[in-house]
Each structure stands twice: as structure tokens, then as C-alpha cells.
């Protein structure tokens, strides 16, 4: 406690001079507490000192303690040692005894084995000279194990001697089964019932002898088994591709007649495996040298044919040598034999009956592919792996381009015959509003990939699946023909290209009909390609994707909504006339809506419903918002085309406008939405408050009409206030007094007038709709826009530019982020484009 806190301390103890009566207790209280303090300091040194002591005591004594076990445990290995040295000395006679001992047993053996291997070797060799094959395998078995124990006295003379007699004999009894065995096949077993027991006496030899023995004989068999086949289905009238069935029948044949004289044969040795597994080999050489030797190319049917015929043999020997298990590639289809052999007979059936002709093919090109198949092939057939899948008919692959390209042509004939009878209208009761032309394309696509995964899983089934990617692409392309022509609409009018688009109720319920079909057609085909990619072989697995043709129809919902537009815009045109046919300057009062206003809503009454009957919630609101697009500017300038209006004409047409606006913002419930995008009511009242805005000017008085001007239309320029004083019908003298007035303040900045951005619902690929050069609305007239014909032509540009938003061209996307991000700000140029 510092000197300030100690004085607080006294003053706050004794406020008073009454209170100093107390001083002398609390000096005696705290004189009190030193002592007590000083006591326990005195006590806890006291103890401290005497713990120290005792600390040393303990260590001492446990140091001494440590010592005397130290010398305990020398003294115990020292008597250890002289333990150990009086027993060595105790049992030293005794361990050379049994040194000699074990020497001497270890002689005895060895000379008996010795014995019994001579005399063993002596009666092997008789036996191998009587051909006693059976006594001649014991005897064999015996004598090598003998020799076993002979292998550290090789540099003995007499176990050389004796090994090189066993050679020999090893040689002769070769030499007498390979020689007995050359009779096997001749027909002498069956004459000779004893050469049957005495060959399969002869593989117990062969078993005793090297496992490269029992290779060569089985090489040997294999080989002289199929030796008639090759000389058989190398002759010209066999060596044909329809001859290819004929070559399992003779195997299996063969396999079924000698399986009792094959059973001297023991089991262990697979000598059927084996010789199914040479006789697989020398076919599939055979079939690439027939099919790299035809002149033309292969007729399809025979080419199948063979290709079915060996699939179902390589699934034969599967289920063969696999134990009577189902093979793998049933596991795969998921049905039983006997419902697999009648799929692919049917299938085999139907292409014969499809595919009648011969094509060409390039022999370089196969001979390549074939080598490598075969020389893959021929490295990856395990010993005994019982694996027969593949092994020949793999080598039919480099040829299936020809059903590769007569499936497409089969697709191509199809599919124009469904375009062709297609009537464009959905049948009464359909609740799809599909087109059924497009459901059938995908059936056809099915069958085709269920024909061809019957067959192969490989390259085959990817070069089908690019064939479906084609027929995909010109079905999308067949539907963007049948969208109503007349050039691109305003949008080729805006590019110097002129022409409209005119639809009709049927023609508008076809292109609704058109977007829902493209959109099943661009579901289904990604479900496709998922199918494919789980059927296939992994290494084509990532190359399946219908991406491309995904976007193939993504654009045409682009071009059909855009076409639906068009179309409504079109239909307009009538309208925007009469209203600048209306006398504005002449009228008297202001009465109900106009005529003109009429037929827009009974041209909307009439094709709105029908549209958002047809349409999904998510194109519907796509299409409104690019008919607000084009309708709200549109109607905006066409005001400027009017003559003269008088104040009674703009309070006409400002009803005209609120009842338009009203029209527009009730399209959905006439397409009986339920739910609408807020940003579509807001982008109608934003546009349709421009033209309200432009009447109120109108119906300024003409002194302040500059100042109403500026406040309404910020954006505007002196060339549109010229023209608004044209349309009140001031003279020429009267408005340079007021343009000057005007010209003297500073001139607004233009600005472009913005539509709203939707983006499509769906991805614009390949089939693209053409740009429009520039995103803003123009509305600045020429001097010369007085004229009819200039008029007109500022009409078609800002239509183009209203039905261009949207359009998917990267500069007009960066704009649209822009003034996006604008919305959120409180100033700038931008900020002006959003308020009402």
C-alpha cells in the first residue's frame, strides 16, 4: 500500500476525532496478528530444517543399500562361473562319447539308404524295360525320395554314378510312354482293351516324372488332336465365315465321343481345359485370316451369325469349366439360360431378316486391330482360369463397323418415316402433350441398344452410341424445321434481313407441342446415356455423353418460345396501326377503352390460355417475359407515330395505356398461373409508366412543358421534346422559343431503355437465334422520323431490340450484370433505368 492509499486507509478508520478513542485497540489487535504471524514463520523454518536432515539420513542409507547388492550379485556370478567350469569338466568324456555315437548312427543310415536306393534303381530299371508302368510310378516316387537324402554327397562317385544312372532310366521310361501314347487316337484302344489301363498306368510315371514332361505330353496330344482340324477348316470349302458354327460342332463332338477314352487322363491334368483352350487359339487365328482375306466386305447377317454362334460357345465352355455355375455374363443380363438362348435367337433372327447386303471394308485397318486383339488375347488367357469369354470372339469387333453403319441406316429410314407421318397434334385424351414421334424415335434407340449389348459391350456398343448421338441431332433438327417460317421476324429486320412471322392458333399449339417434346427428348436422352454408361465396358464408361445433344434441343425450346413471340408480335401490327389512326387530335371526350386496346386483349384472350394450358410453368414465364419485352417499348413509341394530340386524345390514350398496362400485367392469370415472377410485374409497370410518363408531358401546359419534360423523361434529348411539341400541335414559331429555353439548360444524358433479364430456362447450344447488334431500345428519331417510312423503321428497330434481350451473346450478358448490380446502388447513370 503506497503512502496516499495508507492515509486514505487511517481516514477512512477514524472519520471523526470521536473515533480516534479507538486507536489504541487496534494497535494492540494488530500488535497481535505480528506475533501469531511470526510465530508460524518460526515454526515452518523449525520444520524445514528438520526435514532437511532426514532427507539426508535416508539417502545415506539407501546408497549403502545399493552397495551391498552390488557385491551380493557378483558374488553370485562368480560361483556361476565355477559351476559351469566343474560341469565341462564332469561331462567332457561323456560329449565325445556321444559325438561318436551320433557319427556312427548317421554312417549306419546312410549306407542302408545307400543299399536300398542300388537295389531300388536295379528293380526301376527292370521295370522299365518290362513297361510295368504302374509298379515302374511306386518304385519312381520311392527312388526319388531316397535320392533326396543324398543331395549333400553329389561329389561322391558313387551317387554320381548312381544319379546318372536314374537319368537314363528316367529317359527310356519317357521314351516307352510317349511312344505308347502315339498309339492313343489310332484306333487301337479299341482293339486293345489292356492299352487303355496300361496309358493311364503310364501317367502315373508321367506324374513322377518332371512337371515338363507332363507339359510336353499334353502339348503333344493337344497338338495331334487338332491336327485333322486345321487340315479340315483350312481347305477352301470350309475355311469360309457361314462355316463358322460347323467348327464348334466338330469340337464338341469330339469332346463327347472320346470323353470315356480322355478319362485315362487324371483330372488334375485339364486336358480337355487345354485342348479347348488350343483349339480356341487356332480358330481365332483362322477367323482373322478369313475375315482379313475377303474381297468385299462382310455380309452382316453371316458376320452376326458367326459372331452369335460364337458367343454361345465361349458361354458353353464357361459354364463347362467353371463347375456348373452361372457365368458371369448371365449374371450380368439378369435372366437364366434358357431365357438368354431365346433373346438372342430372336435377335440373331432379326437381323438376318434386316440386313441383306455387302458392303466394303479396309483390310489394313483390321489386319492392325486384329493383330493387336489377338496378341492381347493370347496374354491375358490365364493357365486355369477357366475364362473362355472373349477369347475368339473379341476378334470380331475391328469388323462390326458394317452393323454399325447398316443400324444407322436402319435409324436414318426410321426416323423419316416418323417425321413423315408425324401430324404435328397430340390425340385427344393425351396428358403429355408430347409429340409421339419422339417416343417412338427413343423405342426404336432401345431396341437397337438392346440388339447390340446382346452381342458385345465393347467399341461396337460406343460407335451405336455415337449413331444414337447423330440421329438425336437430326430428330432436334427435323423439329426445328417444322417451327413456322417467314424469315427470323423483326430480329431479321433489325439485321437488314426483313420478314415476319405469321402463326395461326394450330400453328402456335404445334410449337407448344414442339418445346414439350424437346424437353422430354432432352431429359431422356441424358437417362440414355446413363443406361449405356452402366452397360458398357468401364474404359468407354467417360467418353458416353449427350451433352451436345442436350444443347441440340436446349436450343430449339429457345427458338420455338422466341418463334411463339414473334408470332403474338406479329398479330399486333394491326393494332398499332389503328392507334395511329385514331383521331387524337379531334376528340371530344373521353370515353370507354379504344378499339385498338380491344383486339390486343381478344388477340391475348384467344391465344394466352391455350399457351399456359400447353406450356410448363417455367417456359410460360419465359415467354411472358419476352413478350413484355417486346409489347411495352413497342407500344411506348408508337405514340410517337401519331399526328397531333390533343389534351382530350392524351387523356384518352393515358386510359388506353392504364388499360393495356392491366391487360399485360393479367396474362398469367389468363394462362391460369398461379405463381408469377415479381420481377415480370414490376418490368410491365416500369415500361408501361415510360408511355405514361410521355402523355403526362403531353398534357403539360405548353409553359412548363420543358420542366415536366426533364422531371418525367431525365433520359431524354432535345429531338424527342421537338417531337412531343410536334404531337401538341405547336407551330414551328412557336417551338423555337421553347427549344431554345430548352437547349439553354444542361441536356439529360441518354440512356438505354432496359429489359428485363431472364435468362432461358434451358441451355441455347448449336441452334442458335440471331443476335441483335445492340441491347438497347432506341428512341431518338431522326429529323427525316417524321415521315411515314422512317417511322416505320423506328417501330422495327425497337421491337428488335425489346425481343433481342435475352439473346445469348456475351457483351449483352456483361451489360445485363452491370445493371443488375445497379439495382442495389442509390446513384449513378445506371440507377436511373430502374426507377419508375
Known amino acids: 500500500m503506497d503512502k496516499s492509499s495508507a492515509l486514505e486507509y487511517i481516514n477512512q478508520m477514524f472519520p471523526t476525532e470521536a473515533s480516534l478513542s479507538g486507536v489504541e485497540p487496534l494497535m494492540q489487535k494488530i500488535q497481535s496478528e505480528i506475533r501469531r504471524v511470526d510465530a508460524s514463520i518460526l515454526a515452518a523454518v523449525r520444520q524445514q530444517s528438520n526435514s532437511g536432515t532426514k532427507a539426508k539420513e535416508e539417502l545415506a542409507a539407501a546408497t549403502n543399500a545399493v552397495q551391498e547388492l552390488m557385491h551380493k550379485i557378483h558374488e553370485i556370478k562368480t560361483k556361476a562361473e565355477q559351476s559351469e567350469t566343474m560341469v565341462q569338466e564332469i561331462c567332457r568324456d561323456i560329449k565325445k562319447l556321444d559325438c561318436a555315437k551320433r557319427h556312427i548312427t548317421t554312417t549306419i543310415t546312410a549306407l542302408h539308404r545307400l543299399t536300398m536306393l542300388v537295389s531300388a534303381v536295379e528293380q526301376l530299371q527292370v521295370m522299365a524295360s518290362k513297361r510295368q508302368y504302374k509298379e515302374a510310378a511306386a518304385q519312381l516316387e520311392a527312388v526319388n525320395q531316397l535320392c533326396s537324402h543324398f543331395e549333400a554327397y553329389r561329389d561322391v562317385p558313387k551317387i554320381t554314378e548312381l544319379r546318372e544312372k536314374l537319368k537314363n532310366i528316367k529317359k527310356i521310361l519317357k521314351s516307352h510312354v510317349f511312344s505308347d501314347f502315339s498309339s492313343l487316337g489310332t484306333g487301337k484302344e479299341t482293339e486293345d482293351s489292356m492299352l487303355l489301363q496300361q496309358l493311364s498306368d503310364a501317367c502315373l510315371v508321367v506324374d513322377a516324372l518332371e512337371p515338363s514332361v507332363r507339359e510336353e505330353l499334353v502339348k503333344n496330344f493337344c497338338s495331334k488332336e487338332l491336327t485333322s482340324y486345321r487340315q479340315i477348316f483350312e481347305g477352301a470349302e470350309l475355311a469360309k465365315l457361314d462355316k463358322t458354327e460347323r467348327r464348334y460342332a466338330w469340337i464338341k463332338r469330339r469332346l463327347r465321343s472320346n470323353e470315356d477314352t480322355w478319362k485315362i487322363f487324371p483330372p488334375s491334368w485339364h486336358v480337355d481345359y487345354l485342348l479347348c483352350i488350343q483349339f480356341c487359339k487356332i480358330t481365332r487365328a483362322q477367323l ?3 475375315l482379313n482375306n475377303l474381297k468385299e466386305k462382310p455380309d452382316v447377317a453371316t458376320l452376326l451369325l458367326a459372331f452369335q454362334r460364337t458367343l454361345e460357345f465361349e458361354e458353353e465352355l464357361a459354364e463347362k469349366f467353371s463347375g456348373g455355375t452361372t457365368s458371369a455374363r448371365n449374371k450380368e443380363s439378369g435372366s437364366d439360360d434358357e431365357d438368354e438362348g431365346v433373346e438372342r435367337n430372336k ?23 486384329s493383330a493387336d486383339k489377338d496378341k492381347h488375347k493370347a496374354l491375358s488367357v490365364p493357365g486355369a482360369g477357366f475364362n473362355f469369354h472373349g477369347i ?7 469388323y462390326m463397323s458394317v452393323y454399325i453403319e447398316l443400324e444407322e441406316k436402319s435409324l436414318v429410314d426410321q426416323l423419316d418415316k416418323l417425321v413423315q407421318e408425324e401430324r404435328w397434334e397430340i390425340e385427344e385424351g393425351s396428358q403429355t402433350n408430347i409429340l409421339s414421334s419422339s417416343m417412338q424415335v427413343f423405342l426404336v434407340i432401345r431396341k437397337s441398344l438392346k440388339r447390340c449389348s446382346a452381342l458385345t459391350k465393347n467399341q461396337t456398343l460406343y460407335n451405336l452410341f455415337q449413331v444414337f448421338q447423330r440421329i438425336l441431332k437430326s430428330y432436334a433438327a427435323r423439329l426445328y424445321a417444322r417451327l413456322p417460317k417467314g424469315g427470323t421476324g423483326i430480329v431479321a429486320a433489325a439485321t437488314g434481313t426483313d420478314g415476319q412471322i405469321r402463326t395461326s392458333d394450330r400453328d402456335e399449339r404445334t410449337i407448344c407441342y414442339i418445346v414439350n417434346t424437346a424437353e422430354y427428348c432432352h431429359q431422356t436422352s441424358g437417362e440414355l446415356a446413363e443406361n449405356v454408361a452402366k452397360m458398357i465396358n468401364p474404359q468407354f464408361a467417360d467418353k458416353v455423353d449427350m451433352s451436345e445433344v442436350q444443347d441440340e434441343f436446349s436450343a430449339v425450346i429457345t427458338k420455338a418460345l422466341m418463334t411463339l413471340v414473334h408470332g403474338l408480335e406479329t398479330k399486333f401490327d394491326a393494332e398499332m396501326v389503328a392507334m ?25 384472350s384467344s391465344s394466352i390460355p391455350v399457351l399456359g394450358s400447353l406450356l410448363s410453368p417455367t417456359y410460360f414465364q419465359y415467354f411472358l417475359d419476352k413478350l413484355a419485352a417486346s409489347l411495352g417499348p413497342r407500344f411506348y413509341l408508337n405514340i410517337y407515330k401519331c399526328k397531333h394530340i390533343s389534351e382530350t386524345g392524351a387523356q384518352q390514350m393515358l386510359l388506353d395505356t392504364q388499360a393495356v398496362k392491366t391487360i399485360l400485367l393479367d396474362i398469367p392469370a389468363l394462362g391460369k398461373q398461379s405463381t408469377v415472377a415479381a420481377s415480370y410485374s414490376k418490368f410491365v409497370s416500369r415500361e408501361m409508366s415510360k408511355a405514361e410518363a410521355l402523355l403526362k408531358v403531353i398534357l403539360s401546359p405548353v409553359d412548363s412543358v420543358a420542366n415536366t419534360y426533364r422531371a418525367l423523361l431525365p433520359e431524354g434529348t432535345p429531338l424527342e421534346f421537338q417531337r412531343i411539341l410536334d404531337l401538341k400541335g405547336l407551330k414551328k414559331a412557336d417551338q423555337q422559343a421553347i427549344l431554345e429555353d430548352f437547349n439553354k439548360h444542361a441536356p439529360a444524358i441518354k440512356h438505354p431503355t432496359v429489359a428485363p433479364t431472364v435468362a432461358p430456362p434451358v441451355p441455347t447450344a448449336s441452334v442458335q437465334i440471331a443476335p441483335v447488334a445492340t441491347p438497347a431500345v432506341s428512341i431518338t428519331p431522326s429529323m427525316a422520323a417524321l415521315t411515314g417510312a422512317l417511322a416505320n423503321r423506328e417501330d422495327v428497330l425497337a421491337r428488335a431490340a425489346a425481343l433481342g434481350r435475352g439473346a445469348a451473346t456475351t457483351g449483352f450478358k456483361r451489360f445485363l450484370a452491370l445493371t443488375e448490380a445497379a439495382k442495389d446502388r442509390k446513384d ?9
Do not use: H
Open 288 to 290: 482373322v485370316d478369313i
Open 347 to 369: 435377335i440373331v433372327s432379326d437381323i438376318r431378316k434386316k440386313y441383306e447386303k455387302k458392303l466394303a471394308v479396309s483390310n489394313e485397318e483390321v489386319e492392325q486391330v
Open 392 to 398: 475368339i470372339s473379341s476378334c470380331f469387333e475391328p
Open 580 to 604: 395511329t389512326r385514331v383521331p387524337w387530335a379531334t376528340l371530344e371526350s373521353v370515353g370507354d377503352q379504344s378499339e385498338y386496346v380491344n383486339g390486343i386483349s381478344s388477340i391475348l
Open 828 to 836: 449513378g447513370p445506371f440507377r436511373k433505368l430502374f426507377n419508375p
